[in-house]
């Protein structure tokens, strides 16, 4: 019989958790203790959940953290990305660049502005917005760029800044992947000209329903409490005479504000954010080197000689060549390793500029798809040289998240990853190639690849 577990072979990975200590914590996020539920529990006591105090406090600390001068919260990261296109001054027929792999907060708020977004490509190597397929998508239109720090590798920041500056672009980071992380040795979301992250439970900083975002721009900043912050929409809060007409009512009609049950949950976990981070950095090291010989596989990392680091390494990504395992699918790969008990599926994140809403759906009654409602040009026209996007997924896969160092639980998943590859000609013959669409954490309806 085969060693393969999917042949009835015994699975690699045989620790399940079950109790305390052995292991049943490997991947629960985020680590909750008793500082974290007397904190939330105070602001249920006191009845503060819609107060601003403790989200101030939040704010304060999160922007001494950074090393921004000013942050605000917000009740979800599309939110807090939504305020920073609109502080930005994306407008009626502006074009905002955005990567095609990432989650579609990223970027589709943007139509709800009468702006429009044109996808770029990704770089293979880091799976963030790629400078070099970035100039060609320029127009007299463009208006901004959305940086992803794509599952916590930090974006090629220097070249895509370079570029914003040459043709006189804002420049938001989306640091939802990458709370903490760092570009040469600054902090992710302090590059550009604002920075705006989720901090929703399945984030690396995870905190609830809950968004921030930062700038050191006190204008960027105004306009940003002026879109969906009534709350500190007022004359006395405001420097700008220009808001001060309509200060009270939000000028986007939005309510952002943050739960305080968040903030006060926010404040604990920035105490220990940075320490967590580190053990997760160490676990993820210790698996990377036990892989690194192993063909077929590899892990997306950051090198780190310049300062740059993967905080929280949120969702790590292998990268998967099915070239140095005689052709075998992903999809046939990632069965055989689930049947070895490394829970894993084809894909990353599916590309955006297929998805239905970008390329069809007339979200706001204009006679024609939202994409173009406001635009003079079909900018889908420009999709066609998306090849790396359109073929990531076939590609690449999340590795599960280690949040402990435990050399003796990712030992085991080591040795899986070992054992497939090292049997993968078996898995040849029953290997019926990729089905469907590969990728998405949530069922997106896609069109088919053509
Ligand atoms: C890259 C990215 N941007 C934005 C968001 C949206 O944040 P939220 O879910 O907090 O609204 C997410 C995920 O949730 C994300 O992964």
């Known amino acids: 019989m085969s060693e393969l577990a999917i042949f009835g072979g015994e699975p690699a990975v045989t620790y399940v958790g079950t109790g305390k200590n052995d292991g049943s914590d490997m991947f629960k996020w985020p680590v909750v203790t008793d500082e974290d539920r007397a904190a939330v529990l105070d602001v249920i006591n006191k009845g503060a959940m819609s107060g601003t105090d403790i989200t101030r406090e939040f704010e304060r600390e999160f922007c001494e953290w950074m090393g921004a001068k000013y942050a605000l919260g917000t009740n979800n990261g599309t939110a807090a990305l939504h305020a920073a296109m609109f502080a930005c001054g994306l407008g009626r027929g502006d074009e905002i660049i955005c990567p095609s792999i990432t989650f579609w907060a990223s970027c589709t708020s943007a139509y709800s502005l009468?702006?429009?977004?044109?996808?770029?490509?990704?770089?293979?190597?880091?799976?963030?917005?790629?400078?070099?397929?970035?100039?060609?998508?320029?127009?007299?239109?463009?208006?901004?760029?959305?940086?992803?720090?794509?599952?916590?590798?930090?974006?090629?920041?220097?070249?895509?800044?370079?570029?914003?500056?040459?043709?006189?672009?804002?420049?938001?980071?989306?640091?939802?992947?990458?709370?903490?992380?760092?570009?040469?040795?600054?902090?992710?979301?302090?590059?550009?000209?604002?920075?705006?992250?989720?901090?929703?439970?399945?984030?690396?900083?995870?905190?609830?329903?809950?968004?921030?975002?930062?700038?050191?721009?006190?204008?960027?900043?105004?306009?940003?409490?002026?879109?969906?912050?009534?709350?500190?929409?007022?004359?006395?809060?405001?420097?700008?005479?220009?808001?001060?007409?309509?200060?009270?009512?939000?000028?986007?009609?939005?309510?952002?504000?943050?739960?305080?049950?968040?903030?006060?949950?926010?404040?604990?976990?920035?105490?220990?954010?940075?320490?967590?981070?580190?053990?997760?950095?160490?676990?993820?090291?210790?698996?990377?080197?036990?892989?690194?010989?192993?063909?077929?596989?590899?892990?997306?990392?950051?090198?780190?000689?310049?300062?740059?680091?993967?905080?929280?390494?949120?969702?790590?990504?292998?990268?998967?060549?099915?070239?140095?395992?005689?052709?075998?699918?992903?999809?046939?790969?990632?069965?055989?390793?689930?049947?070895?008990?490394?829970s894993v599926n084809p894909g990353v994140n599916r590309p955006l500029h297929t998805h239905p809403v970008h390329t069809m759906a007339d979200v706001y009654h204009d006679g024609k798809p939202t994409y173009r409602a406001f635009s003079d040009r079909d900018i889908r026209e420009g999709d066609k040289d998306l090849s790396v996007s359109s073929i990531i997924n076939e590609q690449a896969f999340f590795l599960p998240w280690f949040k402990h160092y435990r050399p003796e639980i990712i030992d085991q998943y080591i040795a899986a990853f070992k054992k497939v590859v090292e049997n993968h000609k078996e898995l040849l013959e029953g290997d019926k190639g990729n089905q469907g669409t590969l990728g998405g954490w949530f069922r997106f309806n896609h069109a088919k690849k053509s």
């Open 114 to 342: 009468g702006a429009t977004v044109v996808f770029a490509d990704v770089d293979p190597e880091t799976l963030c917005l790629d400078p070099k397929k970035l100039e060609e998508k320029i127009t007299d239109k463009t208006k901004a760029i959305m940086v992803v720090h794509y599952c916590a590798h930090p974006a090629d920041m220097d070249a895509i800044m370079a570029i914003a500056k040459k043709h006189n672009l804002k420049v938001i980071e989306d640091v939802s992947h990458a709370q903490g992380g760092k570009y040469k040795g600054k902090m992710l979301g302090t590059i550009g000209d604002i920075g705006a992250a989720s901090l929703m439970s399945g984030k690396s900083f995870a905190i609830g329903e809950a968004g921030m975002l930062w700038t050191d721009n006190q204008e960027i900043y105004e306009r940003a409490v002026a879109f969906g912050s009534y709350e500190r929409f007022y004359t006395y809060e405001m420097q700008s005479e220009e808001l001060k007409k309509y200060a009270g009512a939000p000028l986007g009609g939005f309510k952002h504000r943050m739960h305080q049950v968040s903030a006060a949950m926010g404040r604990v976990q920035l105490r220990h954010y940075d320490d967590r981070c580190a053990e997760i950095n160490k676990a993820v090291k210790y698996f990377e080197a036990g892989i690194k010989d192993i063909p077929g596989i590899r892990l997306v990392h950051v090198d780190e000689s310049d300062g740059s680091t993967m905080a929280g390494w949120y969702v790590p990504v292998i990268r998967y060549n099915p070239d140095e395992l005689g052709g075998l699918s992903i999809t046939r790969f990632c069965e055989a390793m689930r049947a070895e008990g490394v």
